[in-house]
Nanobody
Framework: QVQLVESGGGLVQPGGSHGLSCAAS????????MGWYRQGPGKQRELVAT???????NYGDSVKDRFTISRDNGKNTVYLRMNSLKSEDTAVYYC?????????WGQGKQVTVSS
């Protein structure tokens, strides 16, 4: 089993920055992908960014050049740095880990971008 504990979230002003983190614990393979997905009001869940255990990254089109994903393999923790936030970035952000064709999810953190 894998457990994911997210930190961060809250209210941010437009144009501001914010960070999320997610710590994984349990039976974690040396080969896996961690990342973030989000679900805005009335929208489907979408990719934000992923990073593999060898640090290959992938970003959703809507966040490229604004968000940065990184990881600390020693702590099994993934970070998401969000810059130039827009109202349309308002969503519940979910941490995700994929290994052995299984997908694990965190409980989600609300990020609200509003003045």
């Amino acid at each position: 089993q894998v457990q994911l504990v997210e930190s961060g979230g809250g209210l941010v002003q437009p144009g501001g920055s914010h960070g999320l983190s997610c710590a994984a614990s349990g039976s974690i393979s040396g080969l896996h992908v961690m990342g973030w997905y989000r679900q805005g009001p009335g929208k489907q869940r979408e990719l934000v960014a992923t990073i593999s255990s060898d640090r290959i990254t992938n970003y959703g089109d809507s966040v490229k050049d604004r968000f940065t994903i990184s990881r600390d393999n020693g702590k099994n923790t993934v970070y998401l740095r969000m810059n130039s936030l827009k109202s349309e970035d308002t969503a519940v952000y979910y941490c995700n880990l994929q290994q052995y064709a299984r997908s694990y999810w965190g409980q989600g953190k609300q990020v609200t971008v509003s003045s």
